[in-house]
């Protein structure tokens, strides 16, 4: 069955860039009518969705985040990314990635991966 | 803050039956389907329910889902120690352009 894998580092130092890959197994990231999204979860806290990604290249992001947010994605690995720039200690977080299926439910997730910022 | 307004905490007893809330606008679950997630201690959030009241498969009929004007429910019969989680409701937010989450209900077994 599908399924997703987080990885990435999981110490980055503020002001710097957080860079995070979600493999898909199992299926292909290119099947129609899916979005592939990145959610957070600061420690303690409620989830915050930052973003998500058709195969095609097409992109929505989180007003909030936008400014700092890219996600990209490589069919051909079965890929897609997270790149969250300037980050603080406010970016701290367990993130994770999932598939959203129309109309609108994450239906399958990642484990999650804890990103710690700190110098 | 978050957008949709759930109860912090929820609790019940073995067997009984609960309900969370999952309290929006015009923008949101006025307008969108609602989705409830699990989240198991420790663990990445599961789906619950969809499309406001389906359930993915292997997901016991225990638990349900309805929707009425901007609020929505999620309620759980039977209740088992194994149901001890947060749950979270969300959906679209028409206004945001932004998937919005409520800020979670931890759920106890008494």
Known sequence: QLQLQESGPGLVKPSETLSLTCTVSGGSISSSSYYWGWIRQPPGKGLEWIGSIYYSGSTYYNPSLKSRVTISVDTSKNQFSLKLSSVTAADTAVYYCARRSPPDAFDIWGQGTMVTVSS | ?110
């Open chain 2, 1 to 110: 803050q978050s957008v949709l307004t759930q109860p912090p905490s929820v609790s019940a007893a073995p067997g009984q039956k609960v309900t969370i809330s999952c309290s929006g606008s015009s923008s949101n679950i006025g307008n969108n389907y609602v989705s409830w997630y699990q989240q198991l201690p420790g663990t990445a959030p599961k789906l619950l329910i969809y499309d406001n009241n389906k359930r993915p498969s292997g997901i016991p009929d225990r638990f349900s889902g309805s929707k009425s004007g901007t609020s929505a429910t999620l309620g759980i019969t039977g209740l088992q120690t194994g149901d001890e989680a947060d749950y979270y409701c969300g959906t679209w937010d028409s206004s945001l352009s932004a998937q919005v989450f409520g800020g979670g209900t931890k759920l106890t077994v008494l």
